[in-house]
């Protein structure tokens, strides 16, 4: 479940009373982590949107939309 490296599906982290999951998400990467959206299958079979939280921080200002504007992209 949570803070095990392994798929975190928005349900999962709903029940962590987590009100806005996307959201979460969203401003986890803007802050420089790593996060992957993946799919996850749960035990009945049904396939999940789900996301991969990773330990490593990627560099914020490399991935930033002020650092594209700034390099004119």
Do not use: K
Not at 18 to 39: H, K, N
């Amino acid at each position: 479940m949570l803070g095990d490296g392994g798929p975190v599906t928005i349900q999962d982290l709903r029940e962590q009373g987590i009100e806005a999951p996307g959201q979460a998400m969203y401003e986890l990467q803007l802050s420089g982590c790593d996060v992957e959206r993946v799919a996850h299958t749960d035990g009945t079979g049904h396939r999940l949107s789900a996301y991969r939280i990773g330990s490593r921080r990627m560099p914020a200002i490399a991935n930033s939309p002020a650092s594209a504007a700034h390099d004119g992209h």
